[in-house]
């Protein structure tokens, strides 16, 4: 399943990247929370062989009256009673095949059926009658006060524990059923549901809804009859309704179609249309065909993932459909291509219980990085899972650390996270790395037909690899799933031309404790000398290593880790013109990007030209994209002239880099330039709400303030300039504008906005208890996307009196989500209302300081520079850059707090 990302894409059922203060010394928290059981497999005394649901909608009610039917066969002969998790039912009556009582017992979370002694593998019909009016599983999505004109839809949602609340079933993915759904809808309506469709006719009867508000084209009733043969887990059920238009794109084996709303067709061609090359791609790359009868998509209205892996018919937020404008430098391909690759890993084999459900998730965004390859080639490949680096690591760094298998949780959704996905996806790269393509997915493609259409577990993983390789795996296995963490590498490297002797130091930071080790690898190098280049295999395996190469010749450059084979965080010491040559020549973007990481902490002349240079003619967007960051995190007058020269880039991923550098300069000059730039707008969307934070992250209210209003009055898709905009009324301390912001919090605002809007009324609110108690109000303890990140923001205030609202909605929720970032803020309130305060103040110190050391080493240069020959303008700016750097260090000691 999915939900929103910085790239504006959703992901799979993850938490997101929220995340509460941490004292930076401390490192992460533990995942840990007080009370969090450890869990196991769960048994299993009877096998559901069969489950047959039939139902009827009751709207007004928002409730289901239904007879579900479950053939079960015995697996423990001692066992007498068969036991189902059914939620909140109305129980009608439990009957066997001949309609004759069955000895029962309910107690409102589980069904208890007696059903004798019997020989193992007999088989028994047990048949529920019952209403249900679930709060989770199923959802009725109407018009309210809030959104008048949201259709009226009916959509289901079970991952992961959640079918219970609308069905008598084994709610664990350890049982695997078939299944079939029988449903009285409104003609005119679409209903999908897993499998084939048996038969579609016209019911006796007929609803009692106006038919125009409800999409319908008449008061009559459709019986729908869809049935999922091959057996498949609870989870994974599916039952969507409403008025959708169906986009056609059937291969010649398959039946492809896409589900949107009436007018959105073209939205969702954007959107969906690489499915059937996907699904190509994937069936070659795994050796696999595809599995089931169909592949439909469908997006709904206010779904509470991005997607859900629904065998053979994904479900899909309405936020991932595209208009025109928001194509330009965006795309959905990635939460598709996701969705679509678990059709083999969460479908076809699923993970036997929660803890190793990586083995559904770590696949699944593997195959996004694996999309990107097939559509742009290897440097897409490699960004798409550098920008996965960059969410695990902020993760890891501040919220919390974990290992990938991890059988220590609250609720199954608390596994969903970066860990999981993409620390997940990172490490199937890395094997693919370790063993090559041929070995890896002749590897892949041996676990997937030895286990098809069964459960698996992490060990299963492991042998089918070692099987094909014939190598020993285990310890790789120990260090980066079973154990928590990544290298923290400091690499230094110098050439002596006397000896001829090349020198490259390797160091390991990261702190070594019970779940986090000195990582074993080999880091390749390549040392290249003009057109030749010699790769070297480094093996690491201590805390720090010195290598010496032979090398009579300097290199030309080093290329340090080229393929970009291990997850790990780096910092460089290398000689700056090997670092210049690898920028402009290597062609690797991974090399070049590193390089331009590495350039950014060198503002010199030469150093800025060439980052400018890149920035404006680098092959791959990435690698500029990365080089305007560094460009930015100079801060000099220099580096800024050459971003201000640069804002109007062509790729427009490239410019939003931009703008967003121009931000991280507090001058009079970058705040006009990014209001006016705003005020005229920018044909990509992204690009203008990037302008209206940056404009803000100037600090320069008074110059930026008009812009920002006039940015916050503008449509667009997803809401997204209006949200720049109220960021960049809280990055600018704008505290007058929280009465223009309020407004964007409530109910009837986007999502986005509301999520960023209360983020700002936060920030700029702080302490303040009319902002505490207007946040407050807006706690909706079904709001999994919205809540969570209200609860950031009643932490980001700073207020402890807010504790007590958080934990009630911990005690009242029954949403997994909601309860586990809300006991995350009840622990960084209790823990970090003081620092907090320390901290922000610090913070402010911090970014005064930095500013007058930069305006005073710029100042120094120049004047040295008309009294210095040009020999000497050289050393002069060295010494006025380190004197300025001195200064602030001196300052910023003197204005941090005292450890307590």
């Avoid at 059926?113 to 709060?135: D, F, I, K, N, Q």
């Avoid at 696999?288 to 009868?293: E, I, K, M, R, S």
Wanted: glycine share 6%; net charge neutral; aromatic share 8%.
């Amino acid at each position: 399943m999915s939900t929103h990302s910085l790239r504006h894409r959703e992901r799979c059922h993850c938490h997101g990247s929220l995340s509460f203060p941490v004292d930076p010394g401390q490192g992460p928290r533990p995942f840990r929370l007080p009370g969090d059981p450890e869990r196991f497999g769960r048994p299993r005394a009877f096998d559901v062989k069969s489950l047959s649901v039939e139902l009827s909608f009751d709207f007004d009610h928002k409730a289901v009256d239904a007879t579900a039917t479950l053939v079960v066969s015995r697996r423990d002969r001692a066992a007498k009673t068969l036991s189902l998790d059914a939620v909140g039912f109305i129980l009608h009556s439990v009957t066997d095949h001949d309609g004759r009582a069955l000895e029962h017992r309910y107690d409102g979370d589980q069904l208890f059926v007696s059903l004798g002694s019997s020989a193992v593998g007999a088989e028994h019909t047990v048949r529920v009658r019952y209403r249900a009016v679930p709060p989770r599983g199923l959802y009725f999505m109407l018009p309210d006060e809030h959104r008048p004109s949201r259709p009226v839809q009916v959509w289901s949602q079970c991952q992961d524990e959640d079918a219970r609340y609308w069905i008598p079933c084994h709610d664990y993915p350890n049982m695997r059923m078939s299944t079939e759904f029988i449903v009285l809808a409104p003609e005119g309506w679409h209903v999908l549901s897993n499998g084939v469709l048996v038969s579609k006719s016209h019911a006796e009867g007929t609803h009692h809804q106006d038919p125009a508000k409800i999409g319908a084209t008449g008061k009559g009733l459709v019986r729908w009859h869809w049935q999922q043969r091959e057996p498949h887990v609870a989870y994974l059920m599916t039952l969507v309704a409403g008025r959708f238009s169906e986009i056609v794109a059937d291969t010649p084996t398959l039946s492809v179609r896409y589900y949107v709303d009436p007018g959105r067709e073209e939205d969702g061609k954007r959107a969906f249309g690489r499915t059937p090359a996907m699904i190509e791609h994937f069936e070659k790359r795994f050796g696999v065909p595809f599995a089931w009868a169909k592949y439909h998509q469908i997006a709904v209205h206010d779904f509470t993932f991005g997607g859900m892996e629904n065998t053979s018919a994904t479900t899909m937020t309405d936020r991932i459909l595209l208009d025109a404008r928001s194509a330009i430098d965006n795309s959905s391909d990635d939460i598709v291509a996701h969705e679509l690759a678990h059709q083999w890993f969460g479908d076809l084999v699923t993970c036997r219980d929660w803890s190793h459900a990586w083995l559904n998730e770590g696949f699944a965004t593997f195959c996004e990085h694996l999309d990107a390859e097939a559509k742009g080639g290897v440097d897409e490949y490699r960004y798409s899972l550098e920008e996965h680096a960059h969410g695990y690591f902020g993760e890891d760094g501040a919220r919390y650390r974990r290992p990938i298998v991890c059988s220590t949780y609250n609720n199954p959704i608390d596994l969903f996270d970066r860990h999981l996905y993409e620390k997940g996806g990172w490490v199937l790269h890395m094997l693919r790395c370790e063993l090559g393509d041929e070995l890896f997915f002749g590897g892949v493609k041996r676990y997937l037909e030895r286990h098809r259409g069964s459960i698996v577990e992490t060990r299963d993983l492991l042998r089918a690899l070692e099987e094909e390789s014939g190598r020993s795996l285990e310890a790789f296995f120990d260090q980066w799933v079973y154990r928590a963490g990544h290298p923290e590498l400091d690499v230094k490297a110098s050439h002596d031309a006397d000896s001829g002797l090349l020198t490259v130091r390797v160091k390991q930071k990261q702190s070594v404790d019970a779940v986090t080790p000195l990582f074993r690898f080999t880091l390749e190098l390549a040392v290249v000398h003009d057109k030749s280049e010699a790769l070297h295999a480094l093996e690491v395996s201590q805390g720090e290593h010195c290598f010496v190469i032979k090398c009579e010749k300097a290199p030309t450059r080093l290329a340090i880790d080229p393929r970009g084979a291990v997850l790990a965080t780096w910092s460089f010491d290398l000689a700056r013109d090997w670092l210049l040559d690898a920028l402009a020549n290597d062609p690797r973007a991974v090399v070049r990007w590193r390089a331009a990481h590495a350039l950014g902490k060198r503002d010199e002349p030469t150093v800025v030209d060439a980052l400018a240079k890149c920035v404006r003619e680098d092959r791959f967007w990435g690698v500029a994209f990365e080089a305007a960051g560094a460009l930015g995190a100079m801060g000099s007058a220099r580096a800024y002239q050459a971003l201000a020269a640069l804002i109007d880039v062509k790729h427009p991923k490239v410019r939003r880099a931009v703008v967003a550098a121009l931000g991280e300069f507090k001058t009079e000059a970058a705040a006009k330039l990014l209001a006016d730039r705003l005020i005229k707008g920018d044909e990509s969307v992204l690009v203008e709400a990037e302008l209206a934070r940056s404009a803000g992250r100037t600090k320069r209210k008074e110059l930026v303030y008009d812009a920002l209003v006039t940015a916050m009055g503008r449509e667009s898709w997803r809401d997204v300039v209006r949200a720049g905009a109220i960021d960049g009324f809280a990055r600018a301390r704008a505290k007058e504008a929280i009465a223009l912001i309020e407004p964007h919090s409530l109910r009837s605002a986007s999502l986005g906005t509301r999520r960023t809007a209360v983020m700002a009324m936060a920030e700029l609110g702080h302490k303040d208890r009319v902002v505490r108690e207007k946040l407050e109000q807006l706690v909706d303890l079904n709001d999994p996307y919205f809540t969570p990140e209200l609860f950031r923001a009643l932490v980001k205030l700073g207020d402890a009196d807010a504790l007590a609202v958080i934990e009630q909605a911990i005690a009242k929720s029954i949403d997994g989500r909601v309860q586990r970032h809300g006991r995350e803020a009840s622990r960084a309130l209790r823990s970090d209302s003081a620092a907090g305060d320390e901290v922000r103040k610090l913070r402010d110190q911090l970014e005064q300081v930095e500013q007058r050391a930069r305006t005073l080493e710029d100042a120094m240069a120049a004047l040295e520079a008309k009294v210095a020959p040009p020999a000497a303008a050289k050393g002069a700016k060295k010494s006025a850059k380190k004197s300025a750097k001195k200064s602030a260090k001196k300052a910023a000691k003197k204005s941090a707090p005292r450890k307590r």
